[in-house]
């Protein structure tokens, strides 16, 4: 095989570490962890152990009515209000 060098398959070269291509954000100490993060772990956990912003009542073995689930987004306001009083709370540590 013969190999010869034409202009348009000529890899151009870059140095560097590549660090600049990655959009990785920083990973933070161990054991330390954002107030962002906190709050929403606190938030999801408030939310499904009292079922926070869920307008309808649980029926007993399935053959109750249940008196008319929340809209998506009152759900979602009601989640987002609580989201903010956690980190509210959060960042009051």
């Known amino acids: 095989m013969h190999f010869e060098e034409e202009e348009d398959e000529i890899i151009p070269y870059i140095s560097g570490t590549g660090e600049a291509f990655m959009d990785v954000p920083g990973v ?4 330390s ?3 962002e993060d906190i709050a929403l772990d606190l938030m999801k ?6 079922g926070y912003g869920k307008t309808t009542s649980a029926g007993g073995v399935g053959f109750e009515k249940s008196s008319g689930a929340a809209k998506p987004e009152d759900y979602a306001a ?3 209000e609580l ?3 956690c980190l ?4 009051k540590k």
């Open 88 to 91: 509210d709370r959060v960042k």
């Open 33 to 35: 962890r954002r107030d």
């Open 45 to 50: 956990f408030v939310a499904m152990t009292t």
């Open 83 to 85: 989201y903010a009083k």
């Open 28 to 31: 933070p100490a161990v054991g």
């Open 78 to 80: 009601h989640l987002l």
